[in-house]
C-alpha cells in the first residue's frame, strides 16, 4: 500500500514540474529559433549588399564616362565658362577680324553658290558697306552689336537678281549668349526680322517696309563661335503686304530655326528716303563676280599692308 502511494506520488511531482518548468519544449524552441537569422542581422546583410553594389554602379559609370566622353547635350547643359571678347582695339582683335573675313569668303556653301551653273541669275552684296559711321553707331546690329566677339564682320548677301531668295552668312560670336555657348534666342529673331526685311522691303513698291508679324520655331541650339546662313525666299506679294519665310542652318546643313513674317509698306512711305535703307541693306556691286572685302567698313587689304 505504501509503495502504490510513494509511486503515484513521484509521478504526480513530475507532472508538476514539467508542466511549471517546460525544459525539453524550451530548449527544442530556442534551438529552431536560433537557427534563423535574427532582424537586425538581416538588416545589416542588406545594408551592406546595398553599398556594395552602389560602389560597383559609381566605378562602373565612371569608367565609361572617362573611355567615351559625355554626349553633347551634357556638355550643352554645363558648358564651361569661355573668356570674354578682346577689346575691339587690340591687335589680337585686329587679327581676328582678318582670320573671320577669309573664312567667311571661303565658305564652301558661299563658293558652291559662286560656282554654280546659275550664279549670273544672282549677285553678292555687303551690307552697311556704304552706311555712313554717324548712323551706324546708333544701329543695332551695324553698331552696338559690332566687334570681335559679337557680329565681328558684317555679313555676305548672296540674292537671286529678281530679289526672289537670298542666303546671308553671318557669324555669331560668343558674346552673343543667353545660355553660356549657345546664341541668345532673341538675337536669332533679330538677324531673321532684318534678313527677312531685306527681301520684301525689295519687292514692295516704294521699297520701305517695317515687320507687322514675325512668327518663329525655334529647332535646335546655335553653338556660338560658328558661321550660320539665313535662307529667305518670298512668298506672297499683294499691295503694301509681303510675305517671306526663312530658315537659319549651320554649315553642316543642320536646322536650327525656322521663321515666316509680313511686312508691311506704310502709307507715308512716297515722304521717307530710300537711299538710307539701301545703304543698310547693301546694293549689288559694280563688278558682279568681285567679292567685297570689307570688316567693320575697312578694306582687308589696307589692314594687312598696315600691319
Known amino acids: 500500500m505504501s509503495s502504490v502511494l510513494a509511486r503515484r506520488f513521484i509521478s504526480r511531482s513530475l507532472s508538476s514540474r514539467t508542466l511549471l518548468y517546460p525544459t525539453r519544449n524550451t530548449s527544442s524552441t530556442s534551438t529552431s529559433s536560433s537557427s534563423s537569422p535574427s532582424p537586425s542581422h538581416s538588416h545589416s546583410r542588406r545594408n551592406f549588399l546595398t553599398l556594395t553594389l552602389t560602389a560597383v554602379a559609381s566605378l562602373t559609370a565612371y569608367t565609361v564616362g572617362s573611355l567615351y566622353p ?3 547635350p551634357l556638355s550643352l547643359l554645363f558648358p ?5 571678347p578682346p577689346d575691339p582695339t587690340s591687335a589680337e582683335s585686329l ?24 550664279a549670273k541669275e544672282w549677285y553678292e552684296a555687303r551690307p552697311y558697306k556704304s552706311f555712313p559711321e554717324e548712323r551706324r553707331v546708333n544701329n543695332l546690329t551695324a553698331g552696338a552689336l559690332r566687334g570681335p566677339g559679337k557680329l565681328a564682320i558684317p555679313p ?13 552668312f553671318i557669324h555669331v560670336g ?9 546664341i541668345h534666342g532673341g538675337l536669332l529673331a533679330t538677324l531673321l526680322d532684318e534678313s527677312m526685311a531685306r527681301t520684301a522691303i525689295n519687292n514692295l513698291p516704294e521699297r520701305i517696309g517695317v515687320t507687322a508679324t514675325l512668327n518663329l520655331n525655334y529647332r535646335a541650339p546655335t553653338k556660338a563661335d560658328q558661321f550660320i546662313v539665313i535662307k529667305t525666299k518670298l512668298g506672297e506679294v499683294k499691295g503694301r503686304k509681303a510675305n517671306v519665310v526663312a530658315r537659319v542652318e549651320d554649315m ?4 536650327l530655326v525656322e521663321a515666316e513674317a509680313m511686312f508691311v509698306q506704310p502709307k ?3 515722304l521717307l528716303n530710300t537711299a538710307v535703307m539701301r545703304q543698310v541693306m547693301g546694293e549689288p556691286p ?16 589696307a589692314l594687312r599692308r598696315e600691319k
Open 70 to 72: 559625355p554626349p553633347p
Open 80 to 84: 564651361p565658362p569661355a573668356p570674354a
Open 95 to 118: 587679327e581676328y577680324t582678318v582670320s573671320l573675313e577669309e573664312q567667311l569668303l571661303s565658305l564652301p556653301l558661299l563658293h558652291s553658290l559662286r560656282t554654280a551653273p546659275d
Open 156 to 168: 555676305v548677301v548672296w540674292v537671286r537678281r529678281d530679289e526672289s531668295e537670298s542666303y546671308v
Open 174 to 182: 560668343r558674346g552673343l549668349c543667353g545660355h553660356d555657348g549657345i
Open 252 to 255: 553642316k546643313g543642320t536646322l
Open 268 to 270: 507715308y512711305a512716297k
Open 286 to 301: 559694280k563688278s558682279d563676280h568681285e567679292p567685297v572685302l570689307l570688316a567693320d567698313g575697312q578694306d582687308m587689304k
